[in-house]
């Protein structure tokens, strides 16, 4: 991975335009969806979206969310901008991924925290626009609203079908795995259909061991580790997304999604590139 960061100088003069051209995309992504929703605009079996699966959709998302967050911190007339960030709220949630809500909700709260945002008048407004924006939706999509439903209790979550099945396949992988700890088993054992752990943590110790593991999971903290010190260079939202699809990636595998690490790699040397320049202006 460490190829992504050769790139970084080119990134320093074009900053700017590749996180407008990141919420530009999202933008027309999320408008392709919401049109999807209201029936203006046909959709695959598999969900909403252009992208083959929702999971992606819903990954390139969550980080471009707190991309555009990010961005708008830096700018003063901010209500387009609102605007388009309200349609990836609303295009997440028509998604019905799960783990991207959870991500989605836990990474806006802690930004709000970071940057103390977190007043009465913002949470109720961000509560009626997302209770509005989830009334609405249930009932324009039966499938969000069973999800909805499904949140009614942790035993809902528990039960049901998708949880099951991860739940199988990580029975199966585990049980594999401790037969080759340290090496791995290469290859995830695919049970009913899913190729995949659906867990980012999980998926790296089961087919590279321990040894790939350790090294892949300390890249990965390295990261956040950044991000954490460099939290009072302007990096709240990068952190905050960091966290967001870090929390998504315990029931989806969108490390092995190219088009989600890809995004997720480009927001890395974004947030690296801004402290620099900024440490280079400061000085």
Known sequence: YLQWFWIRSLFNRSSN???????????????????????????????????SQPFTSSGLLLISLFIALAYRERISHRLLLTLLLLLQVIAIIALGQLSAWFGL?????????????????????????????????TILSP??????????SVEHIITSNSMQLRLQLWQQNYSAWLEK????????????????????????????????????????????????????????????????ISV?????????????????LIMVILARSYVAEKKKNDI
């Open 17 to 51: 335009f590749i996180v407008l051209t990141i919420i530009g995309s999202a933008s027309a992504l999320s408008l392709i969806i919401i049109l999807q929703l209201v029936g203006l605009v046909p959709h695959s079996l598999h969900g909403y979206g252009v992208l």
């Open 105 to 137: 909700v836990i990474g806006l709260v802690i930004y709000a925290v970071i940057t103390k945002k977190l007043t009465l008048k913002r949470c109720l407004i961000a509560a009626l626009v997302l209770s509005l924006s989830l009334f609405a939706i």
């Open 143 to 152: 499938r969000v609203a069973k999800k909805i439903q499904r949140l009614s």
């Open 181 to 244: 700890p340290i090496a791995g088993i290469t290859k995830v054992i695919p049970y009913n259909n899913l190729t995949h752990v659906h867990n980012i943590y999980f998926q790296q110790l089961v087919e590279g061991g321990l040894l790939k593991f350790i090294v892949w999971l300390s890249f990965y903290l390295a990261i956040g580790f950044y991000l954490v010190k460099n939290m009072g260079q302007g990096l709240a939202a990068y952190l905050a997304a960091y966290l967001a």
């Open 248 to 264: 998504e990636g315990l029931l989806e595998n969108w490390w092995g999604d190219a088009e989600v690490l890809s995004l997720f």
